[in-house]
């Protein structure tokens, strides 16, 4: 009985961590604002577990349940709220929304962010 019921733990864990994908990829922006907001709503959709972005190189570190959202979806949401990825890029409307500090596709902001 204790053999089967490790056996059922361990294929259930087995499963659990099969549906967890690591992914790195770029993403604009240029402040502190920028890691907030891309982390924060990151971690708040569905389906990811963990977001960190670094504004030295705007490249975004997650974890995701590859079950719950693709890797395409997360380009696709992380457009929505304004920030450009290499697949998907966002709607004026959505990067219009920003604060003038976040506007990374102003030469100006970028340089008095360097």
Known sequence: MKNILFTLIVF???????????????????????????????????????????????TLKIVYNEKKISLKEIHKHIASFGHDTKLEKAPDEAYNSLDMCCKYRDEEVVKDHQ
């Open 12 to 58: 259930s864990c087995s499963l659990i961590f099969s549906q967890t994908e690591i992914a790195t990829f770029f993403v604009d922006g240029v402040c502190g604002m920028c890691e907030e907001r891309i982390e924060t709503k990151c971690i708040n959709a569905k389906g990811i577990k963990m977001a960190d972005w670094n504004v030295e190189n705007r």
